[in-house]
């Protein structure tokens, strides 16, 4: 499933005329590994807001609106369930289904 930021970084990378390997070389990840974030099998790396902007010099509109794609694509909270007592991981696995 594309997500809306996966969508801006496919339309940037296609205004500026780059292959998926050149945006992904730029990002210091694999091609493989950008296409995932781009269609939403891959969660974004932090930092990416800032270095995609400094990278590609984006306007403060372009930027407002990556910002917003991102926190409209990242709309999951990862739990780490390991270091909790029983009573606190149920607790957290019923508000995860509600």
């Known amino acids: 499933m594309v997500t809306s ?9 296609m205004d500026v005329g780059e292959l998926l390997l050149d945006m992904a070389s730029k990002l210091h990840v694999s091609p493989a590994f950008l ?7 891959r969660k974004i790396p932090e930092g ?8 590609y010099g984006l306007t403060d509109e372009q930027s407002a609106k ?6 409209d694509s990242n709309d999951k909270v990862d739990i ?13 696995i019923a508000f995860a289904r509600r």
């Open 5 to 13: 930021f996966g969508k801006f970084l496919r339309n940037l990378r």
């Open 35 to 41: 296409s995932g974030v781009e269609n939403g099998k």
């Open 48 to 55: 990416w807001l800032d270095k995609i902007s400094g990278l």
């Open 66 to 71: 990556m910002k917003e794609s991102y926190f």
């Open 80 to 92: 780490v369930l390991n270091d909790l007592q029983d009573k606190q991981r149920n607790l957290a």
